[in-house]
């Protein structure tokens, strides 16, 4: 998924890009809460399972962190320099 999928008709697409831009702007900092399902819910007006697939949609890209009963955290995005973000090298004989 990319930043500009702001017109996306489905809700959930659209609300993980607002966050994912957000965390890409620096407005959500690493090792810091997102807000709650029910303050998403709130503030754009979408249904919490909405808010709850676009927080899980951010899981499984790897910005998000989810720690059960205590929320959502910002992961960060992996540095290019970073072993995790390079291509599996095959091991050396």
Known sequence: M???????PRAYIRLAAELRRDIASGKLQPGKPTPSITTLSQRYGH????????LRMLVD?????RYPGLGYYVAGAPRPDSPASTPDQPDAP
Do not use: P
């Open 61 to 65: 890209e790897g910005l998000l962190i």
């Open 2 to 8: 990319s930043i500009g999928d702001e017109s996306d």
């Open 47 to 54: 249904a919490r399972q909405t808010c709850a697939k676009a």
